[in-house]
């Protein structure tokens, strides 16, 4: 009698267990809620420096042609 109770109690143990450590930790701190077209992430751009837009816009010209 003993044992048919202790298993359940070790098979529940064992899930939970199991389900907590299942997330990996670099998975926790992620946005959970998605809106189309709108980045909910960090923002770690930097603003394009003068000789960068130049090139993108020299990049943007060659593409047109």
Known sequence: MFFYNNWKVVSFV?????????????????????????????????????KELADLRQRGRLQSD
């Open 14 to 50: 064992l899930a939970v267990g199991i389900c907590l450590s299942a997330c990996r930790a670099e998975e926790q701190d992620r946005v959970l809620s998605y809106e189309p077209g709108v980045y909910k992430g960090k923002n770690t751009d930097r603003p394009l420096s003068e």
